[in-house]
């Protein structure tokens, strides 16, 4: 059977009959409580109803107000997280830059200190240039000095054969060498001097700290300077007379720094002459000793 046909069967259904007195039945098996009771149990059945009603829904709108305060703080309390946040990161950004300005100053700082420190190297280096060209103009005058003395000894030794001048008598050409010899032993020892402050500006401001010159080779530049032109038991040196002790002049504060400007550094026992830790030359004449005095373990010019 298809869906029509049994449409069409349930439709041709016979009708169903009902029961006679099936109506008044039903009515007398249904039993109703009394009217009085049920005025007297209405108001607590319709309180109590009221309270079951209300209940839920309260419990839900003080659930939800809850969950609305709770809400509430915790996004205050986010605000405020993600504010000090900020805060916190724009500081840190501060920070951070001011420690880039920082090391960049540093830097700058440093190669200020350099720039200044060249440019006070560079300053001393003209200074010492112009004192090398002085000393070379003097030791050229020196040499013209010697040269000329050597003419007017030779000159004034045939004068006294062709004279027969008596020996013994004042000789003014010995004392004019006697006074060249003096000058190229004063220059002898500015030479020195400007090479120990050529030594001490490459060493921290020390003068040399042994007493025999040889630290000081290559400032040097020769050891004939080390022989003082009266010291005629001397020969024109090398090196190895120099570590040998074959020298005229003597230090006297090896070590010394600079900033004992009066100490004397080298001296000739010969002439009297002391060279000073500030590189001054100072002419005392034999009797030098005098004028000189003890400060702190050092020989010190007496001003």
Known sequence: MNEEQIEKVLRAAP????????????????ALPPQQSRKTE??????????KLWIPALSFAAFFISCLVVVGVQTN??????RENDRLRTAAQGLEAL????????????????MEQLRKDNAELHRLKEEVEKLRVQASEVEKLQAENQKLQAMNAAASQQAGAAAGGSDFFAEAEAKADCIHCINNLKQIGLAARIWSNDRGGNLPSVSDFLSMTNELATPKILICPAD????????SDVA??????????PGVDEGNPNAVYVECPLHGNILLVDGSVQKLGTNYASKLKMENGRMVLSR
């Open 99 to 114: 420690r880039t300005q920082n090391v960049e100053y540093q830097r700058l700082y440093t190669q200020s200190q350099s």
């Open 232 to 239: 005629k038991s001397r020969k024109t040196p090398d090196w």
């Open 42 to 51: 209405s108001v607590p059945i319709a309180n109590h109803g009221w309270l």
């Open 244 to 253: 040998a002790g074959g020298i005229s002049y003597r230090m006297s504060a």
């Open 15 to 30: 009708p169903v009959k009902v029961p006679a007195g099936l109506l008044e039945k039903l009515k007398g098996e249904i």
């Open 77 to 82: 309390t986010l605000s405020e997280l993600r």
